[in-house]
């Protein structure tokens, strides 16, 4: 006994000894001539899979596209793009992985995993897009490294319940119908503040939708309870062309005012005729506009064999979320900086707006030290023949 | 469980007691000790992290083990007694400022209280529907974790500030590094408190609970007493693993928290070898890995077909599956027997037996 007693003492040392002779760090391309690494964390088989496939498509066909133009100062962008399922712990392992491979930046994706990932970018020194754009991301006193390249959720409930006032011209009432999560969550608080603030004659209630639904008759007959004419949706297009689905197969009179998310074509096209005057909040331009950022998209789909019509419009937010980026890296190594996490930053907040040719809310997009918010500024659309037909652009609260 | 091998003979009775009797067991725990100490030296940080999370997952595993396994009452609501650890350390080390063990200790300590609380339904229910039972405590914590503000910093998720112990701080560089350490030396306790408690009457009145309940209390084992300890031991454990999840990962959020992650903890010791401490330890490993290498293969060798690269979480599921059920047909034992087995086999060659 006393012998294994001296082994576990002497190991125990051993180990000791050994903890305090640290290996050297991680990899980084940062500083070398090779391709500029970022890391892509993508949804494509998850919970909202629906449109994070073409915003990812959109990414992946911006890099192309750029290399394709010379890259940045020469050298290429080399996107690492990987599926997480909407999961937040593999969102979180994924991170590592980019992390060990020295990118520079990272494009996120939802709410849940951009607020999970938030401390640690910070701390890591990572600029962090991501295409949720919850309030919290653009402070940077609480995220420094995050960048918000759209108007808010909460912004742009703010413009919806705006606009709901606007068009009851009297006192109404709200059924606020949200992803059950922190996307769906994130604009609930700041739309009830911003009702009593502006002293909006609303009345909102919020009622999280269950995933993976067959329909959500139940829900709506809560709403009608409620007596509500408006119902607000924070979710993705497919639940919400269901419920537009819904409302006509139970004979409702209710008007739908989508946000960015399912605000797209593919709600009018899942829903079809029951899309019909539902009014969609959507900061990013659609193809059909056809804007000037949006011509070099379509030349090169043109090239592909494809066209922005097919890709739809989260494809442009892919793709501006990634040009927004790339500029932000192409102004860090102009300045003749080192390439690093915190020179990108510095680069963002400093280089003035950034062009994207009409499609980001007013047009341009712009960071400062002091606010991370890129945009406030978004597009009022109704469905109507099934296309979105502007209403009024470059709104904001 | 505690009969040894045939052909091996004890000269003395703390040779007997002894958690290894071999030189083949001694020269394998050496190994496994140097394994220990070169992966830090040899894994670059991102593998380094995957075994992080693994080593928290040993001792989440260890502890629903002692539950379903040992105590044979069915759990899922693993990851509600992961989220009351994790939210319970969070919160002290955050909010009230405790010092960083201390939190810990507290959430070990409160997840055990939950853990025996939601316990007591297994005093009248048994298996499939203890199973359901199970799973309400599950939903009513992820409910809660979900809706009530307290547990959020305004509207982002809990953030923790780097681990601090006494004047030490987890530092930037060597993050992984350092928590691989401190998580190696917690979860090497786990393991031996594990195997320690089933040398002790506790661990063999769970066990005849497990066995037959009736038969247990004819023997004068007091059944309701060894089902809700083994609840509040168990979800000590869980607890425990929670609370080192939530310092290590820094940010504490439901979504970490969902039955997905119940029914994960349960396949890996199902296929680590139920009634195991060291199958929870290899199901840990096994269960954390699959997702890893499978992404490790495609994105290698599948590179070029997007086809598989698109579909890898869907593959995921279907590989989980797929493993659960070949492990049920083949070896409802798990790796630990099969472990067994292997070791059997040299030993007796060229004998069958």
């Known amino acids: 006994m006393n012998n294994t007693r001296w082994t576990v003492a002497a190991a125990a040392a051993t180990t000791l000894a050994l903890t305090a002779c640290a290996p050297g760090g991680g990899d980084t391309s940062a500083d070398s001539d090779g391709p500029i690494k970022i890391g892509v964390i993508a949804d494509l088989t998850g919970a909202t899979g629906d449109v994070g496939t073409p915003y990812n498509k959109g990414m992946l066909a911006y890099v192309k596209w750029r290399n394709a133009d010379g890259g940045i100062d020469g050298r290429d962008i080399e996107a690492i793009s990987k599926d997480y399922a909407y999961d937040v712990p593999t969102a979180e392992r994924l991170y590592k992985e980019y992390l060990n491979e020295g990118v520079v930046a990272i494009q996120g994706w939802g709410t849940g995993d951009s607020e999970a990932l938030m401390s640690k970018v910070s701390a890591d020194e990572l600029p962090f897009m991501s295409a949720s754009y919850a309030e919290v991301l653009t402070d940077p006193a609480e995220a420094p490294y995050n960048f918000v390249v759209a108007p808010t959720y909460s912004d742009q409930l703010r413009v919806g319940l705006n606009w709901i006032a606007q068009d009851a011209g009297g006192p109404a009432e709200v059924a606020m119908f949200h992803n059950d999560s922190p996307f769906g969550l994130a604009p609930l608080k700041d739309g009830q503040d911003w009702i009593s603030e502006e002293g909006l004659d609303l009345n909102m209630e919020a009622y999280p939708m269950p995933a993976e639904s067959a329909n959500y008759v139940g829900l709506l007959s809560q709403a009608k309870s409620q007596g509500a004419e408006y119902i607000a949706i924070q979710n993705v297009s497919s639940p919400a062309a269901q419920v537009a689905r819904d409302i006509v197969a139970q004979g409702l009179d209710m008007k739908i005012v989508c946000l960015n998310w399912c605000a797209d074509e593919q709600f009018i096209d899942s829903a079809g005729e029951s899309a019909e005057g539902h009014i969609l909040v959507q900061p990013f331009a659609p193809g059909s506009a056809e804007l000037e950022g949006h011509q070099v998209i379509e030349e090169f789909l043109q090239g592909e064999g494809s066209s922005l019509e097919k890709e739809g419009l989260h494809y442009v937010q892919g793709w501006y979320t990634m040009h927004i980026m790339a500029e932000g890296i192409a102004q860090a190594l102009e300045s003749g900086d080192d390439l690093t996490g915190t020179a990108i930053k510095e680069a963002l907040e400093g280089m003035g707006a950034i062009d994207t040719g009409g499609v980001v809310g007013t047009g341009e997009v712009e960071f400062s030290e002091d606010s991370h918010r890129g945009q406030t500024g978004t597009g009022v659309y109704v469905a109507e023949g099934g296309v979105m037909k502007p209403l009024e652009l470059g709104v904001t609260p | ?353």
């Open chain 2, 1 to 353: 469980m505690a009969a040894t091998a045939t052909g091996i003979y004890h000269r003395s009775y703390p040779r007997e007691l002894a958690l290894r009797h071999t030189r083949a067991e001694y020269s394998r725990l050496a190994l496994l000790v140097l394994a220990m100490v070169a992966a830090p030296y040899t894994l670059d940080f991102y593998w380094l992290s995957i075994v992080n999370t693994i080593l928290i997952a040993v001792i989440g595993a260890v502890g629903l083990n002692i539950l379903v396994g040992f105590t044979g009452q069915i759990s899922l609501g693993q990851g509600g007694f992961l989220a009351v650890g994790a939210f319970t350390s969070a919160l002290l080390y955050e909010r009230a400022a405790l010092p960083a063990p201390l939190s810990i200790a507290c959430a070990v300590v409160i997840t055990a209280g939950a853990g025996a609380l939601f316990g007591l339904p297994a005093l009248r229910l048994k298996g499939l529907y203890l199973a359901i039972a199970t799973l309400a405590s599950q939903e009513i914590i992820v409910f809660i974790a979900r809706r009530w503000s307290f547990l959020r910093d305004g509207s982002a998720p809990l953030s923790v500030d780097r681990l601090q112990v006494g004047g030490f701080e987890i530092s930037r560089e060597l993050f992984e590094f350092q928590w691989y350490w401190l998580l190696l030396t917690c979860a090497v306790l786990s393991v031996l408190a594990a195997r320690n408690l089933f040398r002790s009457g506790l661990g063999r009145s769970f066990m005849a609970v497990r066995d037959q309940d009736i038969a247990a209390s004819a023997m004068g084992v007091n059944v309701i007493r060894a089902k809700v300890t083994a609840f509040a031991v168990s979800s000590g454990f869980v607890g425990f693993a929670g609370a080192l999840s939530a310092h290590y990962t820094e940010t504490v959020t439901w979504e970490s928290f969902t039955l997905e992650v119940s029914i994960l903890y349960l396949a890996m010791i199902i296929v680590g070898g139920l009634g195991s401490i060291a199958g929870s330890a290899y199901g840990a490993f096994f269960m954390m890995l699959v997702p890893v290498m499978l992404n490790e293969l495609i994105s290698g060798a599948g590179a070029g077909i997007p086809a598989l690269t698109s579909r890898l979480p869907a593959i995921e599921n279907a590989v989980f599956g797929l493993v659960i059920i070949l492990f049920l047909l083949l070896e409802p034992r798990g790796l630990d027997r099969i472990w067994q087995r292997m070791k059997d086999y040299i030993r007796f060659w060229p004998f069958r037996y």
